[in-house]
């Protein structure tokens, strides 16, 4: 402790400067476009708004006791939370959230970022201050270069990345302690911390840091040789250890994820061959969604250094041609298909291309740390050379790629000279002797953080630019309302429910403010619940990265158990009645919910449900379950009435939709006759969901409006509820593309007469279970065998017990959690807990007393050595 202290009190003037400057450097730039705690505009770009915001806010219900942290109801009918964390919430700085409200998490994010940002500075400051014999400040001015790298700043809203950027110095520099100080701690702890905050990223890095344990043993093998079997046990404990996050997250994964990527083609898709230099000027930003190339800019100065480290003669041949080797293989993995996809863990990347180009910057800052090292008075006219050199292949690169490169501008290239000219003179003159080290030093500190904010800006622009900061507003005002109704239907509930907005902030809305629904977007989810319920008319294409709750009928509001819906405008749905109201919003309470548990024949497993046919699956559904056999629905003839700024091409099955106007909307007014007792939809199937684009429906009935984005959103979009035989007119306006192509439009009625006989029947088998944070339990009665269905997605964390004793879970449909009960009276016992859980917590103990003996006998292995390693004697 008196050691750290020591440290602190020597260097807190260089710490202090690499974690302000760049954290100030950014609230800076933040500034400039309006965004500061309380701003108008949030920090929530892209994925931020709907993902990191609400995601963050759950975890903050965790730290409150409100939820499990190894499962959560609210998240699409319920899901694996810890898998969550080690995706989105991993790292040390995530309980900070307790100190903002969940209406304030843009507020909470804005600070993470800076603070994370300032971290990764700080780090790379310690990295650098016990790596390179440099000035002090040259410490700092390298840690600001790599806290603002635009690999950080082009993707600051991407919160759960940055934690990576700071853990990646250190694992480094535990490397180099193990080498050359023989002390695993560093590496051991920093492997640790990496792993358990970002398994994504730390992947990336820990391929990384075994290719630069590779050089250092080429570098030196003779000496390095010594640490393979130190360094294999070091990471290995620290993997071990890991696992108590990584392990139930993997097994996830593997029941969950992605099918691996089909290699396609060899080279990388938009890259060039001057890429490298492009993406080397100041403020450079051209997208973060497809067709993007590397962010590798981590500043102009390491750039000279790096350059100057390869030419300087006082620099070994063998090791400049390593770490030239090393740099191949992150430029080759830029161009070549299966390199790209190894580093991504051979899934491609859903945007935000080229995941691991900060390890292309940390290299060049590396080098450039070491070529600084080099950097004497003597060497003015190499430096000269270098920097003129380089000024000529950017102006070539531009001159002859400038038309390739539409992002690259006439600003930004002058910049970059301009600031090549300015290191050149402070550095010449300071060799000169016409300026002291002190006032170089602290003159290219200046430059350097003037560089950074113009780069940053260009940035963080750029994000604005492709991705928009979103509105504070959007975000804090609804939220009063909305949490106002999801406590009223909680106050009024003792058994678990589920809840719907129809007007939701974004698509995961549910984990914030806390009830269960249907909807989510997230990397991580249960695919087999979701791919089943995209057969039942949900609408979760794909890989099912998204699922979304909107525009399907009363048969599977009944059986997920939504008993309630919030909404801005007037629902007319059978079932449903207005029962509060908060703000511009109203909660509707439905009469026809299904508990979380049905009782139904053992037959119910043989139902037939066709994979491109929800309405049969739905109606086969809700027969099994009630042991009936009746039908639902019916299709009414429609008529065009009216159109506006719209061509009608109808072909076969399909029937196209032609803008006259450009982007003015296109309208069609249909008639339908509706018999009694009827709930009517307009069925809306595109007929290629490729070219929908963003394309929104906007349907107009009875004075009720209501938008759908069409390729996310369900098909059955509702016409309202008829007690009489009705002649409807409605008005669909669409928006979005050009043309738009849907199977042949058709109005669908929902007989709400045998709607209600079947959920009639269903009630009287249902079975009302007691739920907590992490299990569920009932006690049923019955009077012959029947198979329990639940609409708890089925998970192999799950386990259950029927009167105290192990019994065997089923999957539903591959889906659902169902449970054979026996004739009589029984309690079943549901309780999850993660997969791997147990064995990564075993491991996690294990492996870390297992590092605590390993250094204990390495330490005293190494002292030995040193003890009886022969000295020369004085005078020879």
Not at 21 to 34: D, E, N, W
Not at 295 to 315: E, N
Not at 493 to 506: G, I, W, Y
Not at 612 to 634: M, R
Request: aromatic share 14%; charged share 15%; glycine share 6%.
């Amino acid at each position: 402790m008196a050691t750290i202290k020591s440290f602190i009190k020597q260097h807190w003037p260089y710490m202090t400067a690499s974690f302000l400057l760049p954290l100030l450097i950014m609230a800076v730039i933040y500034l400039t476009i309006g965004i500061y705690p309380g701003s108008s505009r949030s920090v929530l770009a892209s994925d931020a708004f709907s993902q990191f915001s609400n995601f963050h806010a759950s975890f903050r219900n965790v730290l409150l006791g409100k939820q499990s942290i190894f499962y959560t109801w609210n998240a699409s009918l319920g899901l694996n939370y810890l898998a969550l964390i080690s995706y989105y919430l991993g790292g040390l700085f995530t309980p900070l959230v307790l100190l903002f409200p969940n209406q304030l998490m843009p507020d909470a994010l804005y600070v993470l970022t800076l603070l994370k940002i300032g971290s990764a500075g700080l780090a790379f400051w310690f990295y650098a201050s016990q790596t390179f014999k440099i000035q002090r400040w040259h410490h700092v001015t390298l840690a600001v270069c790599y806290a603002l790298m635009s690999f950080i700043t082009a993707h600051s809203e991407l919160i759960m990345w940055l934690d990576a950027l700071i853990y990646l110095p250190l694992v480094i520099l535990g490397i180099d302690r193990l080498l050359q100080q023989k002390k695993p701690t560093l590496l051991f702890v920093s492997y640790l911390l990496l792993f358990i905050s970002s398994f994504y990223m730390g992947f990336m890095i820990g391929v990384f840091s075994v290719l630069y344990l590779f050089v250092q043993l080429g570098r030196d093998w003779k000496q390095n040789k010594k640490a393979i079997i130190p360094y294999g046990i070091t990471s290995l404990l620290a993997g071990g250890a890991s696992m108590i996050i990584i392990l139930p997250a993997v097994l996830d994964l593997r029941s969950n994820g992605e099918e691996l990527s089909t290699i396609t083609k060899f080279k990388t898709e938009a890259t060039g061959v001057f890429d490298l230099v492009m993406k080397n000027m100041i403020g450079i930003y051209d997208t973060t969604k497809y067709g993007s190339i590397p962010f590798i800019y981590i500043g102009l100065l390491p750039l000279l250094l790096c350059i100057l480290y390869f030419v300087s003669k006082r620099i070994p041949l063998k090791d400049k041609l390593l770490y030239a080797g090393l740099f191949s293989i992150l430029i080759a993995s830029f161009y070549i298909v299966p390199l790209n996809l190894f580093w991504h863990g051979m899934h491609a990347p859903n945007m935000f291309l080229f995941r691991y180009a900060y390890l292309f910057s940390f290299l060049v800052i590396l080098l450039a740390g070491y070529g600084w090292e080099q950097l004497q008075q003597k060497d003015r006219g190499l430096f000269v050379i270098v920097v003129l050199s380089t000024i000529a292949l950017f102006a070539l690169s531009y001159g002859l790629g400038g038309n390739s490169y539409e992002f690259v501008t006439t600003a930004s290239f002058a910049l970059t000279i301009v600031f090549f000219a300015l290191y050149l003179l402070c550095i010449g003159f300071g060799q000169l002797g016409m300026l002291t080290k002190k006032k170089v030093a602290l003159l290219l500190l200046v430059f350097v953080c003037g560089e950074m904010a113009i780069n940053t800006s260009g940035m963080v622009r750029g994000i604005l630019n492709d991705w928009n900061y979103a509105s504070r507003s959007l975000f804090t005002d609804p939220y009063p309302s909305i949490k106002q109704l999801v406590d009223q239907a909680d106050k009024d509930n003792e058994t678990f429910f589920r809840l719907e907005n129809l007007d939701p902030v974004s698509s995961n809305d549910s984990i914030n403010y806390g009830y269960s629904g249907v909807s989510m977007f997230s990397s991580i989810r249960n695919r087999n619940s979701s791919s089943y319920l995209d057969k039942l008319g949900f609408r979760s294409r794909g890989t099912n990265l998204n699922i979304r709750y909107p525009n399907n009928t009363l048969l599977m509001d009944a059986f997920t158990g939504i008993k309630y819906n919030i909404s801005k405008q007037n629902l007319t749905k059978y079932g449903f009645e207005c029962v509060g109201e908060a703000g511009d919003y109203k909660l509707y309470q439905n009469s026809n919910a299904l508990p979380l548990a049905m009782l139904a024949e053992p037959s119910i497993n043989k139902i037939q449900q066709p994979a491109n046919d929800n309405l049969t699956s739905q109606k086969n559904l809700i027969n099994g379950l009630a042991n009936i056999e009746q039908n639902y629905f019916d299709f009414q003839p429609i008529t065009v009435i009216h159109s506006k700024n719209t061509d009608i091409t109808e072909n076969g099955m399909y029937t196209t939709f032609q803008e006259q106007e450009s982007n003015v909307a296109k309208e069609i007014t249909w008639q339908v006759e509706v018999p009694a007792h009827s709930q009517a939809y307009l069925s809306l199937y595109p007929a290629n969901f490729g070219e929908l684009e963003s394309s929104t429906a906007t349907i107009t009935v009875n004075g009720e409006q209501r938008e759908s984005q069409i390729g996310i959103n369900g098909q059955y979009y509702d016409l309202g509820y008829y007690d009489t035989a009705t002649t409807v007119q409605f008005t669909a306006s669409f928006y979005g593309t050009q043309s738009i192509s849907f199977q042949n439009p058709q109005v669908v009625t929902l007989d709400t007469t045998a709607f209600q006989r079947a959920i009639d029947a269903i009630q009287e088998r249902g079975v009302a279970m007691t739920v907590g944070k992490r299990n569920a339990e009932a006690d049923i009665t019955t009077e012959k065998e029947q198979q329990l269905i639940t609409t708890i997605p089925y998970d192999k964390g799950w386990s259950a017990k029927l009167d105290g004793k192990p019994i065997a879970i089923d999957a539903f449909q591959d889906a659902f959690i169902s449970v054979k009960i026996p004739s009589g009276t029984h309690h079943l016992e549901l309780t999850y807990l993660p997969q791997g859980f147990v064995i990564g917590v075993i491991l996690f103990f294990s492996c870390l007393l297992l590092f605590i003996l390993f250094r204990y006998f390495y330490q005293r292995k190494v002292a030995a050595e040193i003890e009886h390693t022969p000295t020369d004697k004085p005078g020879r």
